[in-house]
């Protein structure tokens, strides 16, 4: 099992990372197994088809692919786009 721990203190309003891998299309989660399987993320951002947008970091992603889920959760994931460029931050 893997997981992230914050050696110091996080300011509130601190970015901890960039969430980032491969850019996939996804079909409704609901259809197409867990949400948040493994180290695949899907996003409220949809393509021009109505596809879901997805980032699977298994194979090349950062460090904030080992957070873990937390009942009560001290960060949270925010879409951000800058042009032609989607990152998720925490």
Known sequence: MRGLVAMAP???GEVSGEY????QLFGPPCRNGPTNEGNRMHLRTRSTGN???G???QN???K???M???CNPSTRFHEV???QRLTVVA
């Open 10 to 12: 996080i300011a509130a």
């Open 20 to 23: 980032f891998g491969h850019l």
């Open 51 to 53: 596809k879901y947008v």
């Open 55 to 57: 980032l699977d970091a």
């Open 60 to 62: 090349a992603g950062g």
């Open 64 to 66: 904030l692919r080992f």
């Open 68 to 70: 873990n889920h937390a």
């Open 81 to 83: 786009q800058t042009g």
